[in-house]
């Protein structure tokens, strides 16, 4: 979340997108009707399914799924033909000034420097101009063509609300009067804030779902402003925590991004994540890369990482390719992989196309599951009949199961949506033989060290190095990692020369060797601070742990909870929240003072200021000090498939054909996302595969484990698909009929609702109707035993985070 789940509150519209508070986020939803009651806010909900959420809404549409950025893209041509965006803060806060490169183009789908042969992007002609000065170029007026603002009228222009329309299968009078109540947030005394989740990440084009609303809330002043940001509704307890902390290769703790096999030396590696100013007097803040990665090599390695040896980055793997659970399974069904540890995940059913998973897992030689339960994964090998049809004496895969504790068996902390670290004591001990992971972990290293001792192996000194502090090595204490990965002072750190202009004069000690970090403002690029994540730094001070606190005190009434846990960055609750005031430093909406400069400093606000505190507005710092440019980015060159969102269809499309270019085959679906060889032929077709799918939650559910709690599986105990009225009757299905439901994949069976919460789309002359399938059933668990939902979903993800393409998919459907 840019905010947090209090801050709705403050908000005067909520749209509800890709996904559906109501019903999977129930408690956080508890603000949005804070909200409605309270400053007499409206709620929108766009969704392919009448949801509970929708029931409660002011504005409900429906929209096909798959079809978001059509929508939103009509969103931003409405906004910008009706003049409706907020000039002051789009001008001081965004990048609609700069000039892009006169190369750049866009036709028929795709954007230029298409590789077809590889399905990527040579970005060469994406980006800004930049001076002799080495600064974008700029145009004030916005007039030449070239400006990004102008760019992206262009590009928007045409979605019209015909064209949306027609794409997405959502009433024309049901769209403008979206756009009207969208558009009324841009003025300045007004924010609106958008709630999404699962329902826009679990796409082909997932984090351009995102990215285009974020684009509105810029239009519309929307950013870094209380009731306004873009939040993410995330899903487990600790869904957030383990993104900060980053399991896995693509980045490092604290979304660092991992070196590659093109960072040979520490040196290229540095220089290319080293921020420079794109604009002057910009604070570029991740020109600060050297001092996080440098200390989070001092937390790994402690006296091991010295200058001489580049605090030890020749022990950092470099990555060849990119490693997500995707090119994971691939590999694996390739037969490359010999072993695979699965911790707190349920793999078989939770990553898309069974088949090729469950064959992926028989190649391997040994795979070790970490968990509380008896999952799918670790009972890959046992037949199952109809719902696992394996043979087990052709699987030669061992495997080891290794049973962990549950969340109220451990003393810990979470993180949660609103990036509060919340500390909780455990309830009970773990039963049996179970231990919590993180002993589980510390005896396999230990062990694994101990046999690199005894009998050496390639690269030996990233384990032997490895630094170990714990008390008990054995088992580490969550108290101890939660105090290294806040980070701590192996040196004095000291401040500047107490007289500025004679640098040999006396330094104040800011951090004494041996303490805890106060901040990462004061991480060291010279190997005198450890820190095992730099936005962590803070939770646990010298004083004590930050994460622990519960004060409940609002002084200021937006809902801000300073001393409630410990919020990152910084103890930060609303991300960018400079943007809340003017370029003079003036709340947009004095009735909800959140920031404002006194003439001295950023300080006395209702928050952590998201800025140099003694930062005049006459000096022009912006807003997203993260930016090189200092604002923030209309058009984003980060992007794989484009710096201006576009509408794709999914790679199961029950239209065969994008009707933005309907002429091209190359850009039907996300020409920049990764297909494998296989997987391109196992995706259905509209002949064969006539209706539109998708997967989604239950609030009587938590993704596949509360199927092992008898209270859950009393309140929904059979898996169950869902379809309308009108294709109910098309297809002789009544309800509570057993049906099978089939994809290019697999096949699902089970009993049939059928609901008048889904409805068919009228999408460009025709009828497209939608199967729901929700996906808490398995072959594990005290429920009655199910089909997995993802024996029917395709094999290929987003081209950006690789999340896997479960919300929109082709089925047919007929009765069992």
């Not at 940001?229 to 703790?253: C, F, K, P, W």
């Not at 090599?297 to 060849?320: C, H, I, L, Q």
Request: charged share 20%; proline share 7%.
């Amino acid at each position: 979340m840019t905010n947090s789940w209090t801050d709705i509150k403050n908000t005067d519209l909520v749209l509800i997108m890709g996904g559906n508070a109501a019903e999977a986020h129930p408690c956080g939803f508890k603000w949005v009707t804070e909200a409605m009651q309270h400053r007499k806010a409206k709620l929108i909900v766009v969704d392919p399914r009448f949801t509970r959420s929708a029931a409660v809404a002011d504005v409900y549409a429906p929209i096909r799924n798959g079809t978001d950025i059509a929508f939103l893209g009509g969103v931003i041509n409405w906004l910008l033909s009706n003049d409706k965006i907020h000039h002051d803060y789009v001008r001081f806060n965004t990048d609609v000034a700069f000039l892009t490169k006169p190369d750049f183009k866009f036709d028929n789908g795709l954007f230029s420097g298409y590789d077809e042969a590889k399905r990527s992007y040579n970005k060469a002609t994406w980006g800004y101009q930049l001076g002799e000065d080495g600064y974008v170029k700029v145009d004030e007026t916005l007039q030449d063509p070239l400006t990004v603002y102008q760019q992206l009228k262009k590009h928007y222009s045409r979605y019209t609300p015909e064209m949306v329309s027609r794409i997405c299968g959502t009433p024309k009078d049901k769209f403008l009067q979206i756009c009207q109540m969208l558009g009324e947030m841009s003025a300045p005394t007004k924010t609106s804030t958008i709630m999404y989740a699962l329902g826009w990440t679990q796409h082909s084009v997932g984090s351009q779902n995102i990215r285009t609303m974020a684009m509105i809330q810029l239009l519309l002043g929307n950013m870094g402003r209380p009731g306004g940001g873009v939040n993410a509704l995330r899903g487990h307890a600790n869904v957030q925590g383990i993104t900060d902390m980053n399991a896995y290769s693509e980045v490092l703790s604290g979304y660092l991004s991992a070196p590659t096999d093109a960072d040979d030396t520490r040196e290229k590696y540095l220089a290319a994540r080293t921020g420079k100013p794109l604009r002057p007097n910009q604070m570029t803040f991740t020109q600060n890369f050297p001092k996080w990665f440098t200390s989070l090599m001092k937390s790994y390695y402690g006296a091991a990482a010295t200058a001489e040896n580049g605090f030890a980055y020749d022990w950092v793997p470099k990555r060849d390719a990119g490693y997500d659970i995707l090119h994971i399974f691939e590999l694996m069904h390739q037969g490359k992989m010999n072993g695979f540890i699965v911790q707190g995940f349920n793999p078989l059913a939770a990553v898309p196309n069974k088949k090729k998973l469950s064959a992926a897992l028989s190649k391997l030689k040994y795979l070790v599951v970490m968990d509380p339960l008896e999952t799918e994964t670790s009972e890959f090998w046992k037949n199952f009949g109809p719902l696992n049809d394996v043979k087990p004496e052709e699987i030669k895969t061992e495997v080891f199961r290794l049973p962990t504790s549950c969340f109220a068996e451990e003393t810990g902390s979470f993180t949660n949506s609103s990036r509060v670290i919340s500390w909780k004591e455990k309830a009970v001990d773990p039963p049996g033989e179970a231990k919590v992971d993180s002993e589980i972990i510390a005896r396999l290293f230990l062990k694994i060290r101990e046999m690199y001792a005894k009998e050496g192996g390639a690269l030996p000194e990233p384990v032997a190095a490895l630094t170990w502090p714990y008390l008990n090595a054995n088992v580490p204490t969550s108290a101890e990692l939660l105090r290294e990965i806040n980070g701590k002072a192996l040196a004095d750190v000291l401040g500047p020369p107490a007289d500025p202009k004679d640098p040999k004069s006396p330094r104040p000690v800011l951090v004494k060797a041996g303490e805890q970090m106060p901040n990462f403002a004061l991480l060291q690029a010279d190997g005198s601070t450890a820190c095992g994540n730099w936005i962590y730094a803070g939770c646990w001070q010298q004083s004590g742990n930050m994460t622990a606190r519960r004060d409940n005190s609002d002084p200021t009434g937006l809902g801000v909870f300073q001393n409630w846990g410990w919020s990152w960055p910084a103890n930060r609750r609303i991300l960018y929240n400079r943007a809340s005031a003017d370029k003079d430093g003036k709340p947009w909406d004095p009735s909800r003072k959140y920031l404002a400069w006194n003439g001295t400093s950023w300080a006395g606000g209702a928050d952590v200021p998201d800025m140099r505190p003694d930062a005049a507005p006459d000096q022009g710092v912006g807003s997203f000090i993260m930016n090189p440019e200092g604002v923030a980015r209309l058009h984003a060159i980060g992007m794989a498939e484009g710096p201006f969102p576009e509408h794709y269809e999914p790679f199961e499309t029950p239209l065969g054909v994008n009707l933005m270019c309907p002429d091209n085959p190359k850009a039907v679906s996300n020409p920049a996302a990764r297909v494998y060889k296989g997987d391109l032929e196992a995706f259905g077709k509209k002949e064969e595969f006539p209706y539109a799918a998708s997967t989604y939650r239950l609030t009587e559910h938590q993704h596949f484990w509360t199927k092992h709690a008898r209270s859950n599986a009393v309140v929904q105990p059979a898996p169950f698909v869902e379809i309308g009225e009108e294709l109910a009757k098309e297809k002789g299905i009544k309800q509570g009929d057993k049906v099978k439901v089939r994809s290019n994949r697999g096949e699902v069976v089970a009993s049939c609702v059928v609901t008048k919460r889904i409805k068919a789309w009228d999408v460009d002359g025709r009828k497209i109707h939608m199967v729901g399938i929700p996906i808490h059933w398995g072959f594990k668990g005290v429920t009655q035993n199910g089909y997995l939902a993802n024996a029917l979903t395709p094999f290929v993800g987003d081209a950006n985070s690789q999340t896997p393409e479960f919300k929109a998919f082709l089925v047919n459907i007929e009765k069992a």
